[in-house]
């Protein structure tokens, strides 16, 4: 069973340019969560789609958006970059809506800003 | 609203020794999960282990084990036997209830010595 896919796993953007990052959940997962990772900062939560809707919004700017396609693939857009964008982007999916379950990982997205 | 605090930021262990990671949780809803991940350098994150807050026993995967504390509030991990390749950041994480995302901690970085 293919695990979770983003695409690409480098990037290197200049400022004010806007990048799109994708990412294909495992293969059933209707839950789809971003996150952003910076040195010392941990994972701050982006936000989580959940059949195409967004469930959960973390404290970011409007600049910062996503949305869920109905095979569950999901994709993250960032507008007008910044340098304190350059982060390690994570997406993670999970199979239900149960606390039992866990949230899988891909590799994420290095994004370098210039 | 539902808080992660892991009080250690960094750790080291000798090589086959047992290590144990601090977690504590803030929650008000009665039924939760508890899980930690593991990232090494190279960035995955690694599922490892879960809890669920009505679970009568302590978790256990091969080496690692969580040492589950209701009371308390805290859902420490205990990795046995240390080896070299457990060097890496831990996070523990909560899922809340129904429709809320997962919450991270901070982290903590351990270092296993030869």
């Known amino acids: 069973k293919a695990g979770v896919t983003q695409t690409p796993r480098y990037l290197i953007k200049t400022r004010g340019q806007q990048v799109t990052l994708s990412c294909s959940p495992i293969?059933?997962?209707?839950?789809v969560s971003w996150y952003q990772q910076t040195p010392g900062q941990g994972l701050q939560f982006l936000f989580e789609?959940?059949?195409?809707?967004?469930?959960n919004k973390g404290n970011f700017p409007g600049r910062f958006s996503g949305r869920q396609f109905s095979n569950s693939r999901s994709e993250m857009n960032v507008s007008t970059l910044e340098l304190g964008d350059s982060a390690l982007y994570l997406c993670?999916?999970?199979?239900?809506?149960?606390?039992?379950?866990?949230?899988?990982f891909g590799d994420g997205t290095r994004l370098s800003i210039l | 609203a539902q808080k992660i605090t892991q009080t250690q930021p960094g750790m080291f262990v000798q090589e086959k020794e047992a290590v144990t990671l601090d977690c504590t949780y803030d929650?008000?809803?009665?039924?939760?999960?508890l899980f930690w991940y593991k990232q090494p350098s190279s960035g995955e994150m690694i599922f490892l282990i879960y809890?669920?807050?009505?679970?009568?026993q302590n978790a256990t995967e091969g080496r690692y084990s969580l040492n589950f504390q209701k009371a308390r509030k805290s859902a420490n991990l205990v990795i046995s036997a240390s080896q070299l390749g457990d060097s890496a950041m831990y996070f523990c994480?909560?899922?809340?209830?129904?429709?809320?995302?997962?919450?991270f901690g901070p982290g903590t970085r351990l270092s296993v010595l030869p």
């Open positions: 993670a999916s999970s199979l239900e809506d149960s606390i039992n379950q866990p949230q899988h």
């Open positions: 929650t008000s809803d009665p039924s939760y999960g």
């Open positions: 994480a909560m899922r809340p209830v129904y429709g809320q995302n997962f919450v």
């Open positions: 789609y959940f059949s195409e809707t967004q469930r």
């Open positions: 809890q669920g807050s009505y679970d009568q």
């Open positions: 293969s059933g997962h209707r839950s």
